[in-house]
């Protein structure tokens, strides 16, 4: 029941960069990386008592951070992989923003532009799917 709420904490806390490293360094000496956050995020039950949804809005202020966007973008990690399917999460708007923002941030570097669209991660059809709206399309519109 707490956890929802220091979550929620946590993520208003951190929304400036000042105090975002601040957190992020405590993190670092509590031994939380932002890939075991990611694992809390993603694993479905991971707190019986909690949803952890504001662990999205989170993620996306501690990717603010450009070590933290190094972490997420890390192509042996795959991390921003696991995040992908919650761009059209529905259950929660929260966490579905959450992770938006923080590929928002993760597209500031354009350095991994390529590797993002490419076969490897193919960010795009995760993105342009919420866009094209809940109506069936005919099997020559999908081509």
């Known amino acids: ?7 929620s904490i946590l993520s208003n806390l951190s929304r400036l960069s000042s105090t975002c490293l601040s957190l992020s360094q405590v993190l670092q ?9 990611v694992d809390m995020f993603c694993t479905e039950g991971f707190n019986k008592m909690a949803s952890l949804h504001y662990l999205g809005p989170l993620l996306s202020n501690l990717s603010q951070l450009p070590h ?5 973008l890390d192509p042996h990690r795959r991390i921003i992989q696991r995040l992908l399917p919650y761009v059209s999460y529905e259950a929660s708007a ?13 597209c500031l570097d354009y350095t991994c532009h390529d590797w993002l669209l490419g076969d490897d991660v193919d960010m795009l059809p995760f993105l342009l799917l919420p866009l094209a709206g809940p109506e069936e399309l005919t099997e020559e519109e999908n081509e």
């Open 68 to 72: 933290v966007r190094t972490t997420l």
């Open 94 to 106: 929260v966490r579905r923003g959450g992770v938006i923002a923080t590929i928002r941030n993760c």
């Open 29 to 37: 000496q509590q031994e939380v990386g932002v890939a075991q956050l």
């Open 1 to 7: 029941m707490f956890s929802d709420h220091i979550c």
